[in-house]
């Protein structure tokens, strides 16, 4: 187990949603698995005007987020996680300077041997970033003369390509590359992090990884809820920006990479890199309209309630041309991906909330059962992110009787079975990574800029061409009637349940 220091986490933003509701209640589950370190102090600022027992109160003794997990727990031992938090008004503006935060952080440091480790975690808007990153250079608590400095900024990481570089040369203006970490919270859940033991550590897999037996790839990442009290953000995103650009890319980087030559940080990066270099940007528009279907939802009757359409959300234009639904079909140019179609769609009110993985193996060059039912059932590798979490195969079986008919059989494997193992939460993994400095799962700047190379054509096409169209489809389905055109020739999107093994055929196989 690596070694956790003695640190300061500053959190920027710290009255807003996301420190209550994620950081506080993650930083709780490392205190209880007694994995943070010996000394370790949360220094919350922002420009709202608190002490450090209103912000206690706030954010752990009478957090609604943290009061099932406080239940039954002794006093003194609440106490030994609250009294570790404390607070700095910055007063009205982020864009001050930093002598009385700077002041601060020294004392905290010295009063309880933090060694002058620092993170600074930006929960804040983007537009933020650079403010806060010249006010802490300014002030010299950037410098790593005196213990390790490290800052951790939020998505969206940029609106598109030209953005995301004003960003990265930003933050790198007052921190070095190796300071900055990136979070993307999809990659500090350990199904997506077993994409990579089960293709790297399985030879029943790692040889048939390419486009000799794998015919295409299907990615689904669906949300049963629809933008929430979210709509002014949204309708300036869309779910390329919002989900795509970020979370599956990164899952579709790890499908696609090349065998890293071991597991240190920068070599699982490297790689991740290369692979979303690899990706065929698509630049011609008749193939832009054929590879990439959006949508947008529209309202409906679900169970006797009805659902408002995306244009009726608060917050969202009346005319909005804002596409809650992308399904977009690419290639990889290299030797292993070569001609092998991957299908990725995202969308909100979905039938579930359901993202996985599916791996689609060719079917045998030589049919010895063509009259057994098996066509157009070919094997099938799930890899279940969320929920439901874990792993199917599906492969064939003969039914009992006489002749060879043949049905499909489920193997499978679910973390929920590992009733000894504790499964840590995205944002606890992650922090935890960032405190010992384990860069694995945070984008890197060529990472961020490779990922929105490929995207920022296909949003150029649909924003700037007239003729582009927007399908609607009612709240509650798998999207518009023709989502499935986009793979016309192979057959149709595997619409999963929320159940993992959703159609277990003749029989499964413990």
Known sequence: MKKTENQLLVIFGASGDLTARKLVPSL??????????????????SRSDMTDNEFRNRVVLDSKYLKP???DLQ??????????????DLGGSYNTHYGRLQKRIEDLDTKYGLDGNVIYYFSTPPTLYQPIAKRLGDVGLNNQQNGWKRVIVEKPFGYDLETAKELNSGLQEHFAETQIYRIDHYLGKETVQNLLVTRFANTIFEPLWNRNYIHHVEVTNAESVGVEKRGGYYDTSGALRDMFQNHLLQIVSLIVMEPPIGDAPEDIRNEKVKALKSLRVMTDPEVLKSHTIRGQYVGSEIKGEKIKGYREEDGVAKDSTTETYAAIKFFVDNWRWKDVPFYVRTAKRMPTKVT????HFK?????????????NKDNKLIIRIQPDEGILMKFGVKVPGQGFKVERANLDFYYSSLAETRVM?????????????DAT???RSDEVEAAWQFV???????????DVRMYGYAAGVWGPENADELIEGIGYWRNPSENLADDPGYCVIC
């Not at 205190?31 to 600022?45: D, E, H, M, S, W």
């Open 69 to 71: 997990k406080l239940e």
């Open 425 to 437: 939460e995205a944002y606890e993994r992650l922090l935890l990574d960032c405190m010992q400095g």
């Open 441 to 443: 799962l945070y984008a």
């Open 28 to 45: 709780f589950n490392l205190y209880v698995a007694r994995q943070l370190p010996k000394n370790f102090i949360v220094l919350g600022t």
């Open 456 to 466: 920022d054509p296909i949003l150029t096409y649909w924003n700037k061409t007239e």
């Open 363 to 375: 079917s045998p060059h030589h049919h010895i059962f063509e009259n057994s039912g098996v066509n």
């Open 356 to 359: 996985e993985v599916v791996i």
């Open 75 to 88: 006093k003194d031992y609440i106490e030994g996680f609250s009294n570790s938090f404390f607070y700095e």
